[in-house]
């Protein structure tokens, strides 16, 4: 089980180097993303709208990044696959694969955020905290949407009917992240925001059980 | 009568609920009072009351300022709701506001609160000048059945047992569908698919009732038909998911594949509506206008009282009852058209 688990990471990542424009695609629709907006509003010095603004880009970007985990496999690889591997490893290493994308996905987006949108919202804020609140927030996104993702996939439906699935689950979720997000830039103490972040990991804990039980009835076919 | 009696039971009591609670009078109130404010020397004072009887139940009146009582030198009822009375008001009421009192002979003593801004304020009546005064008691009467009357929330009260069970009928209703959904995975028989979106329908239903009369009852007492509330959020949010089953269940065209998302997505929404009905909202508590989080007490701590509570717990047993009782005739109208469907096929 446990090299059952390591052995479909590997595989997410040989998958992913094998068709660079994938990984590259993802950077790039964030990249022209936060261009557009730059070209759109300049600087922003608001810390309430670059904070939203922020979550809607990274939201985003999560969708178009995680609806293609389930819908690259085509009929054979997943037949493959399943006479392979128990389920349950897969969506835990397919989950697992996709938090670290959203991880190194958020600190991209946030450095292109920062460099064309403007950090001067960031003098006062608590940087660490702000930081925190951003990967748990993108893993979280992850997290909730594997699932999401692989029903999308297995309806035989596009973005569109991911982000009808997806966007009632992870909005519960944005707001809190927000929030916290919103209280990491202004500066406030780790007393106030810790029960955000509890709160996060509680959500995004659960999610992963949750698929973890579900998934193998999708697997089955 | 051995199988339907919870149907019987139910509709008794939600026209018990619609009758009493609709019926059944706000208790007397005082709402507002002219002038605001009193400085020492005599002064007319007019108040006015909501379902109050001034003309033939008021037995004395008057000012309270830190413990010191100022009792009105006469009073005068102009209609049942609207009362004139005269104060001689003494030098030296210390606090900064008077409560006025009115004690009645079928609703006890009534109080407003802070109902004078204090203009000369001093160290308090001097005891041995002052003309305090000592209201006649009144024997306790047996007061008539009344609903709560609050500040803000006025008739709108009744709304309790309308808006509240709406919401429990629709978790009730999304529990029999989770289960329904459970076993559809467990066993994948195609009859409880069509149970488990039965429930679904029919709780979708109560949930947006849930939506309509929480937005009314927002207008009436915030003033708005919406606000960016955590539990609005987390309301409406649980709303969009399962609409969002039911347009997952529109794309799929194979029942049996159908079947198996429906149930998995089911499953997954309802852990996650729970999230936002009980655990979200008290995470973002601070900004809530709701009661029962961030500072507003709910009903139960200080005006579920007695009275509310007797119509309040019929109204939900009746209300799930209700529900229920819809979720059962969709169910079988869904095996009818299922079994109609197969004969035809035939």
């Known amino acids: 089980m446990n090299s059952e688990f390591v052995q479909l990471l590997r595989l997410e990542w040989r998958l992913d180097r094998r068709q660079k424009h994938a990984l590259g695609s993802m950077a790039l629709y964030v990249l022209s993303t936060v261009y557009t907006c730059y070209l759109g509003v300049k600087q922003l010095t608001a810390v309430p709208v670059w904070n939203a603004l922020f979550w809607i880009i990274l939201l985003f970007a999560a969708f178009n990044a995680l609806q293609r985990t389930f819908q690259r496999e085509d009929g054979g690889r997943q037949l493959y696959l399943h006479t392979l591997a128990h389920p349950r490893s897969v969506i835990l290493a397919r989950t697992t694969y996709n938090a670290v994308t959203m991880a190194v996905l958020s600190m991209i987006s946030l450095a292109a955020y920062v460099l064309f949108i403007g950090d001067r919202v960031l003098e006062e804020a608590n940087v660490g905290m702000f930081v925190l609140a951003v990967v748990l927030g993108a893993v979280g996104f992850a997290l909730a949407l594997t699932l999401i993702a692989a029903i999308a996939a297995r309806a035989g439906s596009g973005l569109g009917l991911m982000a009808i699935l997806g966007l009632p689950i992870v909005l519960p979720m944005l707001l809190a992240v927000m929030r916290a997000s919103k209280l990491a830039l202004d500066g406030v103490a780790w007393s106030v925001t810790s029960k955000y972040f509890i709160g996060l990991l509680a959500i995004n804990a659960l999610a992963v059980a949750l698929a973890a039980i579900l998934f193998p009835y999708l697997w089955r076919d | ?346």
């Not at chain 2, 020397?41 to 008057?62: E, K, R």
């Not at chain 2, 009661?291 to 799930?320: E, H, Q, V």
Request: charged fraction near 15%; include cysteine; proline fraction near 5%.
């Open chain 2, 1 to 346: 009568m051995k199988y339907w009696w919870w149907k019987v039971l139910s509709v008794v009591l939600l026209l018990g609920v619609v009758i009493v609670g609709l019926r059944t009078p706000l208790s007397p109130a005082l709402i507002a009072c002219t002038p605001d404010r009193v400085a020492p020397g005599p002064v007319t004072v007019t108040l006015a009351g909501y379902n109050t009887h001034f003309t033939d139940a008021v037995i004395a009146l008057w000012i309270e300022n830190s413990g010191q009582r100022v009792c009105a030198t006469s009073f005068k009822a102009l209609s049942n709701d609207r009362i004139e009375m005269q104060f001689t008001v003494p030098p030296g009421l210390r606090n900064e506001f008077c409560d006025l009192w009115v004690r009645t002979r079928t609703h006890g003593d009534l109080r407003y609160r802070d109902a004078f801004y204090t203009v000369e304020r001093g160290q308090g009546l001097d005891p041995a000048t002052a003309s305090t005064c000592e209201p006649a008691d009144v024997a306790a009467a047996s007061t008539p059945f009344t609903l709560p009357n609050r500040n803000i929330l006025n008739e709108s009260i009744r709304n309790l047992f309308f808006h509240v069970p709406m919401w429990f009928a629709m978790v009730a209703l999304m529990s029999i569908g989770v289960w329904k959904s459970i076993r559809v995975l467990q066993l994948g028989k195609a009859r409880y698919d069509r149970e488990a979106l039965a429930a679904v329908q029919v709780g979708l239903l109560f949930g947006l009732f849930g939506l309509v009369t929480g937005s009314l009852w927002a207008r009436v007492t915030w003033g708005t038909w919406w606000t960016t509330d955590a539990k609005l959020n987390g309301a409406a949010v649980a709303v969009l998911m399962y609409l969002a089953y039911l347009v997952l269940r529109g794309s799929v065209p194979e029942p049996a594949k159908r079947a198996r998302l429906a149930a998995i997505y089911s499953i997954f929404a309802f852990v996650f509506m729970l999230l936002f009905f009980f655990v979200l909202p008290r995470l973002n508590a601070v900004d809530s206008l709701h009661p029962g989080n961030g500072g507003n007490p709910a009903f139960n701590t200080y005006d579920l009282d007695s009275r509310l509570r007797m119509i309040f717990y019929p109204a939900c047993i009746g209300w799930i009852g209700l529900s229920v009782w819809m979720y059962d005739l969709r169910k079988r109208m869904a095996h009818l058209e299922n079994t109609r469907q197969h004969a035809n096929d035939r």
